[in-house]
């Protein structure tokens, strides 16, 4: 069976998104720094909603130990997750125009490879990398608008998971609190709705709606 043109796949989306949306949404670039729980499902979700162009960075390998969580299957084992979320976005959505780099983000880097996308969502695993990223977007690309996230660890209720306006362009979601070395991992259902919280936001800043 075919798939759908470009046509009919935009047609689809206007019909659910109102044709003004979706022409911003359709315009729009986001990098997706990190591809694990929160990045892979941030990064579908902006696939489904008909973002136009996705920029995902990560330097990992799928480990089975990403299984219960990520958007990766068993037979991806071992690939780059760029790669393996490459594929399964352009399956999702096969006219979106993705780039991808297998690299570390590090302060030395990040400049170049953050140039060109308007929206930036931080999903690293590791405190000290979300800090990194973090601080280096307010201090050196302020006018880029950063979305990240914080505490989605346990079994706390998924209602404690909310998204703030830190500052004009910057944006925080999570509990703020629950941390994996508290003792419970990373659940599935808690950290997709972490993921959701932080594309929604990204939706919402695409939209021109940028209160919370």
Excluded: W
Aim: with cysteine.
């Amino acid at each position: 069976m075919s798939i759908p043109s470009r046509e009919e796949m935009y047609a689809a989306l206007a019909e659910r998104h109102g044709a003004e949306l979706q022409e911003k949404l359709s315009s729009a670039s986001v990098a997706v720094c990190g591809l694990g729980g929160l990045g892979s499902n941030t990064a579908i979700a902006l696939a489904r909603a008909g973002v136009g162009k996705l920029h995902i960075i990560d330097f990992d390998k799928v480990d089975i130990s990403n299984l219960n969580r990520q958007q990766y299957f068993p037979e991806q084992l071992g690939e780059p997750k760029t790669e393996a979320l490459f594929d399964t976005l352009k399956r999702i959505a096969p006219y979106c125009e993705i780039k991808k780099d297998c690299v570390r983000l590090s302060e030395k880097n990040m400049k170049q490879l953050l140039s060109d996308e308007s929206i930036i969502a931080e999903a690293f695993d590791k405190a000290d990398q979300k800090a990194m990223l973090v601080n280096y977007v307010l201090e050196n690309i302020p006018e880029k608008y950063l979305v990240s996230a914080s505490g989605m660890a346990g079994l706390a209720p998924s209602n404690m998971i909310t998204t703030k306006r830190i500052a004009s362009r910057f944006y925080m979601c999570g509990d703020g609190v629950s941390d994996i070395a508290d003792g419970m991992g990373l659940i599935s259902s808690r950290v997709l709705i972490c993921a959701a919280h932080q594309a929604h936001a990204i939706i919402r800043i695409i939209a021109g709606e940028y209160e919370v």
